[in-house]
């Protein structure tokens, strides 16, 4: 009879899941398709879920579940695992008053608007940010102190936790420190040994200049990956970004100068939405069955994006594509698999995260690490961040943005109140070189089959390996089981090397 | 101090009603984005939002707060009407238990998936529909059951009161009589009358046939209107609707054979988006600020779709939009105002309501009327519906459908639950004929000006008389306020005199 109490609490969890997807969806039309004058309104709408959530999670007959739960005896590994995440969901909860969820809900919204408005009208200017982002910073660095006393953490490794359960600085910095180590002299070898490459620049008008063709060309490669429209969409946003629900999950890209920037955004994205979409179907709703933090997430976009697709076999197949929905003309000068090649994975220091190549992203990663690290410590004011950004700009990559539109103000993540998650895009990159490595030796036809636009089998192991184990086990556990070793960041150093000075 | 506890119900109702506009995104959501495969998620979404929504407005505190509320005497006339309308809403949900919400909302996603796919691919066979829909009018039927107990009315009237309060059948059949009295003699005459006037054909190949050139269009007559696109969306569905949250319209049409048929359905739905957006914002998020019942709501949409765009001043304005943004030639010959209204008047029995003229519209809602009534009070079954459908169609327009896609199955109502709904078109024709006869007395320039394509004096008398009062008075109430006298077919009938037999 006592399992029926377990049962209970997966019951009560459901519905805070559903309510969170309700959120996600709101969150994602807010992005895709809200008209402009409601934006207030849906923070009304929003935060009045985002209560409703939070109150059901420090709910004290949730508390009495976990309680009689934890005593039952014949829970499986993946109930156990469960209930122990659910447990933490709610300590954490249970230490957050909702005035508090409410004001920070409240900044945040009002910030990104902001944010919104200033990328759609191509404004750079910081100063109108600094009063706002000083109140939101203000209340998350509230709840950071908050968490920080329950977990015996610093306060940036409680924002840490938020996105990689566990996750401290100290082992952030070790591994950056390795990066930092061999990146800047890496880069300039690979900058030398470009010099002998010679890349022949394509022509402007590569592809007609209709969104419904460039569209049409992403979606043909989301198919050819794998994706099925039937569980998801593909859709414009100021940033890209993957959202929506269980069997239910939207992308976004944007199309800009550069018809390959919105590409690899979609082919970035569409790694994060095969994680969402193989998660195990058994623990739908539940937290168990949720994909693991962000490290991990990231590392399923990089391993599409960086290790799959820009390789020379990933781009003789995408000839094919280009031509066929592109109108690309295939030639012998400049429009071949080894010209493109070359171009895909050119190796130069830039302003824009998203945009940058594989041996320079650390590097963004890095400078925006120690901005946020001092900023939620409390050792950096808000109105030092473009100073500080071009200076860490200049001493990384060589180069100081002409303004903060290519500068600080490129990314959502701190205007949407996101301090914690730069680090994840990082630590994704060397897990996904390691996942690739053990792909390979398992696949041995991996080669072949992506240059033919094979990718059932890839997809599959990732799908055995990663996607179908949800939540159940940390990242350290789960990159032993898959690769046999810890994380190990020779993998990446590797796979830079090889792909870069070869 | 007393004055608090109202203060505090409004805050309670605040939340109950951004649960709702969540809801409302859900389904919009649901009609115009969600994938196909995702559709019993969304369900799971909806249902806990549902009964959310059904638990905070039966808790005991909410009506303790009514009780207390009641007894202050300060309150004033909007407060008090909000406060009646909030006990309205209480008194009906407290009858209602969770699971009965449950059942039936999960029983009208399953039988309205169906019918989206039915129609998706053009299949028009009943039989499937039948289990489903008779399972779903149970579900109903005990509802109704336990409201009209409630209420002390019949089951029919019980389903009534939810889209128009204090309706009652005995009132619709007194106007539906008096319609049926004059209708099928006056259509004879107008069919007569018809054939002296010549229309010429119009071409095929009138508009390039491309979604954006016609959307295009669409959204430049709703923008002369008086549309703005800061507070709204226009967008594609299967069956047009209007939708959305405060401040945040979004309308939907279709785009099939006839173009002229996707635009009438963008005016019939900015009419009522108008209504939407001229809420008093006052009363923002309480049951006072919303649009009054649905025969209201018919009237501003019939307002726009009948009495002013189907006239001739307008398609005098209309020339240019459809010359400017839809290409078209205007020539002497077919390409002309007096040859197009004479094709937005022309009157035809025809199968698809939606694309009904004014004067054969009424019959295909008696005709649906009589059907729905039977079925609420368990005097018909299911499985009769394509029989009795077609025999009303032979009897009041002398045509058959040649299949169940052109009859029965034409409507999403019954699929979505909605039963007692139709009547209120019908009403909403009778209070615009009235509403416009009002409106033009008291604009003498209104001809002028809708010739012009300037609307702004018309939508701003709009706003002051019916928008701006909410839900403040009734119906019958508003009707007086704002022409000086009871709803009266004459003004109907007249109009349809007037347009078809001069």
Known sequence: MKINFYKELEKKYEEIYLIHEAKSILRWDEHVMLPLGAHSYRTDQYVTLQLLSHQKIRDKKLYNLIKKSERIKKLNIWEKKNLHLIKKHYTESSVLDDKLIEK?????????????????????????????????????????????????????????????????????????????????????????????????????????????????????????????????????????????????????????????????????????????LGTPEKWKYQAVGEPLGMAVHESQSLFWEMQVCRSYEFLKFAMSIFEKWGGLEINKKENNAENFYKIFTKVKPSFIRVNADEVTYPLHVILRYKIEKELIEGNMKVKDIPKVWNMYMKKYLGITPKNNLEGCLQDTH??????????????????????????????????????????????????????QKGSLYTSDELIKKVTGEELNIEYFKNHLVERYLN
Chains 1, 2 share one sequence.
């Not at 902001?114 to 100063?127: I, M, Q």
């Not at 996101?418 to 398992?442: I, N, R, S």
Request: hydrophobic fraction near 40%.
């Open 414 to 467: 701190w205007f949407d109140g996101t301090f914690g998650y730069f680090p994840t895009y990082t630590l994704g990159a060397l897990y996904a070189a390691q996942f690739f490595a053990k792909a390979k030796k398992q696949i041995p036809s991996l080669s072949n089959e992506i240059a033919k636009g094979k990718f059932t089998k890839l997809l599959k192991w990732l799908r055995d390996n990663i996607h």
């Open 104 to 276: 920070t809900t409240r900044a945040q919204s009002d910030l990104s608007k902001l944010w919104l408005e200033f990328r759609e009208k191509k404004k750079s200017s910081f100063k109108p940010f600094i009063p706002k982002l000083e109140k939101l910073l203000g209340l998350i660095r509230i709840e950071a102190k908050i968490l920080s006393k329950k977990k015996k953490c610093s306060l940036y490794d409680a924002q840490l936790d938020h996105y990689e359960m566990g996750l401290k600085s100290d082992k952030i910095d070790v591994i950056f420190d390795q990066l930092i180590s061999f990146l800047p002299d890496l880069l300039k070898e690979v900058l030398n040994f470009q010099k002998k490459k010679k890349i022949i620049p394509l022509k402007k008008d590569l592809f007609p200049d209709l969104p419904e063709i460039l569209e049409r060309m992403n979606k043909k490669f989301m198919c050819a990956l794998g994706f099925n429209f039937l569980y998801g969409r593909l859709d414009v946003s100021v940033h890209p970004f993957c959202g929506g629900t269980y069997r239910d999950v939207r992308i976004t890209t944007r199309y800009e100068k550069n018809y390959f920037d919105s590409l690899m955004a979609v082919l970035h994205e569409t790694g994060h939405a095969f994680y969402n």
